[in-house]
Structures are given as C-alpha cells and as structure tokens.
C-alpha cells in the first residue's frame, strides 16, 4: 500500500515560512488525501537529508536576508545532491521567493556580493533599490490547467532574469513578477517551478496545486487525477481577479 502514501517534503521549516506558506503545504497534503493518497509531510530542517528520495513534491519558501545566508551553506553542503537525485527521478519542486533565488546560480546583493546557489534551475537574481509589492495576476504558459490564471501576492527586491534554459511560468498581466522590467513571471525547468507568488499560491490556485500533484505522481504512472469539487477555491481566486484588476485600473 505504500505507493498511495503522497509525500510533501518541506524545506527548512523553521527558516523559510515568512509568508504563511503553510497553506501551499495543507493544500497540498489535503488535496492528495481527498483522492485516497495517505497525506505524509517530511520536515527537512538544517542538516536532514533523510527521506528525501520518498518525497513527491518539496516546498520551498522565503526567509529574510539573514535566514538565507544560513541556508545557503546547509543547501550546499548536505540538501543539494539529494535534491538533485530526487529531481532527476521526477520528484517536484515548488520554490516561493527565496527559495526560487536560492535555486539558481547566484543571488547578489545590494552591496554586490554574490551567493552561489545551486544552479539546478538557470535563473540569477540581482537585488534592486525598489521593493515589489502588491497583487499578481498571471496569464500561465501551463496548457494543461484550468482556469490559465494564476493569483497571489508579491513582495521582493530581487530581479530575477532566466536564462535560455528556463521558460516563464507566465506573463505578468499585473504587478512586477520576475523583474519588473520583462513582464514575466516566474520560472519552469522540468519539474522545478520557481516563483514569486505568495500570501499562500496553492489555496487561491487549486488548479495549481493538482498541476504539480500529477506532475509528480507521472514517475508512478498516474496521468489523471479524478476531479473535485473547486467552486469555493475558484470563486475566491475569481474574487481576488476582479479585485486585482479593478485596483490596476485605478492606477
């Protein structure tokens, strides 16, 4: 039976968890459970490296500026070649913010030092004066979810800017995304989606949430999942739609 266990791994819990993104988690875990999976969620703190090759997707949030630098050194030190291994079996990976940054070959700041991150997706980020913050709306480049709008809330300084290997999430039809200079948001390498959408994605996103579950579960030949019921989780992303393009046109 242990192949209906659906395994979320979370990366640093303790460091990474700024933005409430204990609701992507939940979202996760519950959606697997309501079609029959047993929902289990590995914590991967500082040092952990145990059971990473059982996860189906990681989570990976944001942290301020000195958590980071404390994950940085336990990501290349210990997370990074199981991460890997995991990725290169079909496992997912959810990068919000930080962790979005922390996966690409480096992050410089204000001052111009460079953080080398693990380059496991081709993205680097370089911090700007402005902060971005406010809602996002995003025209999604995934063809396979309904509805192709995804919803959420920025807030970072770091320009992210992808390199040939890495395709937009999307297109930004509100707010800043990756740079605020490109129109795009976010990042999809194989598995790995990095983005910078928070005030917790996966509730307001189910469509989302289920993209990344199935992706996962591909590897254990599951290519459908059976549909629920998202009347409630649509109408609020629907809600958070109007609003967001309401406040665009008032600007």
């Known amino acids: 039976m242990t192949s209906k266990t659906f395994t979320v791994g979370w990366l640093y819990p303790d460091l990474m968890n700024i933005y409430g993104d204990r609701g992507n988690?939940?979202?996760?875990l519950?959606?697997?459970e309501w079609r029959g999976y047993d929902p289990k969620l590995v914590e991967l703190g500082r040092g952990t490296t145990s059971q990473m090759d059982e996860v189906d997707v990681f989570f990976f949030g944001?942290?301020?500026?000195r958590e980071q630098a404390l994950v940085y050194q336990d990501l290349l030190e210990f997370k990074q070649p199981p991460l890997e291994r995991a990725v290169?079996?079909?496992a997912v990976v959810l990068a919000v913010c930080g962790g979005y940054q922390l996966l690409g070959h480096y992050y410089q700041t204000a001052e111009g030092e460079t953080?080398?991150?693990i380059g496991m997706i081709d993205v680097k980020t370089e911090a700007g004066k402005k902060r971005f913050i406010g809602d996002v709306v995003v025209d999604s480049?995934?063809?396979t979810i309904t509805p192709r709008t995804l919803v959420g809330f920025e807030n970072h300084s770091g320009r992210t800017y992808l390199g040939p290997k890495a395709k937009p999430l999307g297109k930004a039809r509100l707010g800043y995304g990756n740079n605020g200079s490109d129109g795009m948001e976010g990042c999809l390498q194989g598995t790995v989606l990095g983005t910078y959408l928070h005030g917790s994605l996966l509730p307001k996103n189910p469509h989302l949430a289920d993209y990344l579950i199935r992706s996962a579960l591909i590897r254990r030949g599951v290519d459908e999942l059976s549909p629920l019921d998202d009347s409630v989780e649509l109408?609020?992303?629907?809600?958070i739609l109007q609003r967001a393009q309401h406040q665009h046109q008032h600007h």
């Not at 988690?25 to 996760?28: R, W």
């Not at 109408?235 to 809600?239: K, N």
Request: avoid cysteine.
């Open 88 to 90: 290169a079996n079909g």
């Open 235 to 239: 109408a609020a992303h629907e809600r």
């Open 115 to 117: 953080f080398p991150g």
């Open 141 to 143: 480049e995934i063809e």
């Open 25 to 28: 988690i939940l979202t996760l």
């Open 30 to 32: 519950r959606r697997a």
């Open 62 to 65: 944001g942290g301020q500026d």
